[in-house]
């Protein structure tokens, strides 16, 4: 048997299929023995009203996260573009953050907007806003969110820094000529023509806000104020090893896995067929 | 419809590479000036200077009588065509050509009639609801021509506009610009390296050297009187033979110890040009008067069907005659190239022409 078929398959496909047997298990409260009731897990977990809140909370926080990752990388990648000089330290220090680690990032972002020692959280407060990411969950919120984003920024300035040197001069300078502004020139020129590169980063940064921000969720808010800024793969963690509800945190994997399966296949359908032009 | 000026234009860059080193040209309406030179010579710095696109050093561009140096490409109501055609990838043809009219809040309905008229006058009508990946390199080549005749601007540009077509299609489009320009009445400026097309295209014609302007005047003119050694060998295919002249009595004696008749007022030149048109062969062994005539062994023969050119060695040179129909020489014939004295060309120490 070639190596990395037995590496798939022990890190692969037997844990995905303990996951699959799990989601059918029932365990009593002491973990003593444990009852096959087949699919009776997922009903109660997608009848649970904390697992919709959190599948509401995933859904807020992903878009969020992706748009405003977008959004400000884009800001930056045409200033930076547009800069005469020092061009290659705009993007050195606009790529760095991308090297930190999701956990050390969301310390970064807890202490700055702790609300009792945090610089920018004492800013805020100033500035007459009551910041409490503690007990508001609308503040942990934007708080997570701002965290998570500030990390992949860095990774979708750097592709649209390559789309946008890949728009060529003359279709600018073509518009131009054609009597169209600067604001123009982006909107019917140069962003239709990001387009690939604009789908390409909308995948990965959801992909990335739903199954790869455990680590800043646990670091800055770990769920809370309440159930307000937890996530689907958080509450997974949470049911499983704090609450040790392993048969409804198995289904809640299980559930996630037809996630991923699903983008996946959005991906491969219409990511990888990319959109040519010219 | 308008006036192009230029009054010793100048392109410095910020490294202080004078790519433009003091150009004047003033164009008529309605006429087509042609820049044509060698790569690196400047020609499309200067036509992207009179766009917009780059800044302008020192001098000034008048477009009308009225100074545009502060003015951007977006207002100056130019039209340019570009060697790769810059077509918005994602537009179809039509919403290619619609719009600058679009930017300029054209209404609707005469968009849509301007884009029609246009696209009838270049045989573009079946083709509006194409993109530009689905249309051949002519096909290109007539969208950015409509996209810049459809907006009706005071003057055109032209940047290379055929250098990406193939031989046969160059020669219809070029005939086609020809008759448009012609026909639309838009002050042109057409830059170009292919000597051919500034000749069969230009009302004035510039040749530029370095940053300079080595030459202004009409096609034939400047063809039949190259004002320096550069022009000579720039203009005509094959360009002019030029031959070194030396000795004691300056414009003389040829590199190889041959006296030739000078003629007064010509003892300051130091190089000889004829052109291979004006130029014949001979195997009789006196020369004729009043002619130049060189001995010279035939080192190739290049039959083209309705002519033939003669590759000879002759004082100490390579030249090329053209001869018409089939050549009576063979490689290694001994014979005299004979020029008559009214078609030689006389140029001094700095490649200036000497009359």
């Given at each position: 048997m070639a190596p990395q078929l037995a590496i798939t398959l022990v890190f692969f496909y037997w844990p995905a299929g303990q996951a699959l047997y799990q989601s059918m298990l029932r365990q009593d409260p002491f973990g003593l023995k444990s009852r096959f009731v087949w699919f009776a897990n997922f009903r109660k977990v997608l009848a649970d009203p904390a697992y919709l809140n959190s599948i509401k909370v995933t859904v807020v926080f992903s878009l969020a996260t992706a748009i405003v990752a977008m959004v400000v990388a884009l800001l930056l990648a045409v200033m930076a573009e547009k800069a005469v000089r020092g061009k290659g330290l705009y993007r050195t220090l606009l790529i760095w953050p991308y090297a930190v680690a999701p956990a050390i990032a969301g310390m970064l972002w807890l202490f700055l907007f702790n609300p009792s020692i945090g610089s920018l959280a004492y800013l805020l407060r100033s500035l007459g806003i009551a910041w409490d990411p503690l007990l508001n969950g609308t503040h942990a919120m934007v708080l997570l969110v701002s965290a998570a984003a500030w990390k992949q920024i860095s990774y979708n300035f750097l592709f649209f820094v390559a789309g946008l040197q890949a728009v060529p001069k003359t279709l600018i300078e073509a518009a131009a000529m054609d009597g169209a502004g600067e604001t123009k020139r982006f909107w019917t020129i140069v962003f239709p023509l990001l387009a690939p590169t604009t789908f390409f980063l909308l995948v990965v940064n959801t992909v990335y806000a739903l199954f790869d921000t455990f680590g800043i969720v646990h670091a800055v808010t770990g769920g809370g104020p309440g159930k307000t800024t937890e996530t689907l793969v958080y509450k997974v963690y949470n049911d499983g090893f704090v609450n040790l509800i392993l048969g409804d945190s198995a289904a809640q994997s299980v559930i996630l896995m037809a996630i991923v399966i699903a983008l996946t296949a959005i991906q491969f359908r219409y990511v990888e067929r990319k959109v040519h032009y010219g | 419809m308008a006036t192009v000026d230029l009054k010793d234009v100048k392109k410095i860059y910020p490294g202080g590479v004078e790519a433009v080193k003091g150009v004047s040209i003033a164009i008529p309406d309605k006429e087509l000036c042609v820049l044509v030179g060698p790569s690196g010579c400047g020609k499309s710095t200067l036509l992207r200077m009179i766009a917009g696109l780059e800044t302008i050093s020192a001098g000034t561009v008048a477009i009308d009588g009225k100074v545009v140096n502060a003015i951007g490409p977006t207002e100056r109501d130019i039209a340019m065509v570009f060697q790769n055609y810059a077509?918005?990838?994602?537009?179809k043809v039509y919403d290619n050509m619609a719009y600058g009219l679009r930017n300029r809040g054209t209404p609707k309905d005469e968009i849509d009639s301007r884009v029609r008229s246009t696209a009838k006058v270049l045989e573009l009508s079946g083709l509006l609801?194409?993109?530009?990946?689905?249309?051949s390199g002519g096909q290109r080549q007539r969208v950015a021509m409509g996209r810049a005749i459809v907006r009706n601007p005071k003057v055109f540009l032209f940047d290379e506009p055929l250098s990406n077509l193939d031989a046969k299609l160059r020669g219809q489009m070029r005939v086609e610009i020809k008759n448009l320009q012609r026909s639309l009445g838009v002050t042109s400026v057409y830059v170009t390296h292919d000597q051919l097309e500034a000749m069969t295209l230009a009302d004035i014609l510039v040749v530029m050297n370095a940053g300079l302007v080595e030459q202004i005047g009409a096609p034939l003119d400047v063809y039949e009187k190259p004002a320096s050694t550069f022009v000579a060998s720039f203009i005509g295919a094959p360009p002019m033979n030029l031959l070194a002249l030396t000795g004691a009595s300056p414009g003389s004696v040829l590199a190889d110890g041959m006296v030739i008749g000078s003629a007064p007022?010509?003892?300051?030149?130091?190089t000889l040009g004829f052109r291979p048109e004006d130029a014949d062969i001979t195997f009789a062994a006196e020369a004729p008067a009043g002619a130049l005539a060189l001995p010279a062994t035939v080192e190739a023969v290049e039959p083209v069907g309705a002519e033939s050119f003669l590759h000879c060695a002759a004082a100490g040179s390579r030249i090329v005659v053209r001869v018409s129909g089939r050549a009576s020489a063979k490689p290694g014939d001994q014979l005299r190239v004979v020029a008559r004295s009214e078609k030689l060309h006389w140029f001094d120490q700095a490649g200036k022409r000497v009359d």
């Open positions: - | 077509l918005y990838p994602h537009m609801d194409r993109r530009p990946r689905e249309l007022g010509q003892s300051k030149a130091v």
